[in-house]
């Protein structure tokens, strides 16, 4: 089991706005970074820090923490979104350790 | 723009040591900055951590592998690479390498990813 729990698949109509979450104590201490994998891909990074998007991700993906829950929101969400999500932090035991969540498969309608 | 490529063989029989190397290209492992990574990821299931290194060859382990991997750094190859022994099936996967970014314990991410290559553990 991952110290970072992630809903296991969320759904959202084309356009509208999703917010997909990470919860884990180490949350309240760390930040969580964000990636985003398609079928048969790599992951590729979305969100990192505070709420910073690499060179190329759209502005339609943001980031934000609140205690023990991170989130990542898609505002907007477009066909191309649909993809597996997964949050990586690291683990609450104080050692240089790193960890993902489970994945949350987002559907888009 | 930086690139990684993992390589190594696919089907690895159980008991053996897998073996992978990951080439970094358009830039320098030797980057003060960062730490180098290898995630897996068995088929259908989600992402683990496997470990880190930095060009100095200073390595962090997940612990629960901790006993069966080796990492290690080649900065004249700009390269690093990946042992582990004693596979069994549960060690199918495929598997990635990553620029690894820590900052303080507050910031970490993986970016950018090797495309990966699938690790068969079968005899």
């Known amino acids: 089991s991952s110290e970072l729990t992630q809903d296991p698949a969320v759904s959202v109509a084309l356009g509208q706005t999703v917010r997909i979450t990470c919860q884990g104590d180490?949350?309240?201490?760390?930040?969580a970074s964000w990636y985003q994998q398609k079928p048969g891909q790599a992951p590729v990074l979305v969100i990192y820090?505070?709420?910073n998007r690499p060179s190329g991700i759209p502005d339609r993906f943001s980031g934000s923490s609140s205690g023990n829950t991170a989130s990542l929101t898609i505002t907007g969400a477009q066909a191309e979104d649909e993809a597996d999500y997964y949050c990586?932090?690291?683990?609450?035991?104080?050692?240089?350790?790193?960890?993902f969540g489970g994945g949350t498969k987002l559907t888009v309608l | 723009q930086l690139q990684l490529q993992e390589s190594g063989p696919g089907l690895v029989k159980p008991s053996e040591t897998l073996s992978l190397t990951c080439t970094v290209s358009?830039?320098?492992?030797?980057?003060?900055?960062?730490?180098w990574g290898w995630i897996r990821q068995p088929p259908g299931k989600g992402l683990e951590w496997i470990g880190s290194?930095?060009?100095?060859?200073?390595?962090y382990y997940n612990p629960s592998l901790k006993s069966r991997v080796t990492i290690s750094v080649d900065t004249s190859k700009n390269q690093f690479s990946l042992k582990l022994s004693s596979v069994t099936a549960a060690d199918t996967a495929v598997y990635y390498c990553?620029?690894?970014?820590?900052?303080?314990?507050?910031?970490?991410?993986?970016?950018?990813w090797g495309q990966g290559t699938l690790v068969t553990v079968s005899s």
């Open positions: 990553a620029r690894h970014f820590t900052f303080l314990p507050l910031y970490n991410w993986f970016d950018p």
């Open positions: 358009g830039g320098s492992i030797s980057s003060s900055s960062y730490y």
């Open positions: 290194i930095y060009y100095s060859g200073s390595t």
């Open positions: 180490s949350l309240r201490s760390y930040y």
């Open positions: 820090g505070k709420n």
């Open positions: 990586n932090s690291r683990d609450s035991s104080g050692n240089p350790n790193w960890v």
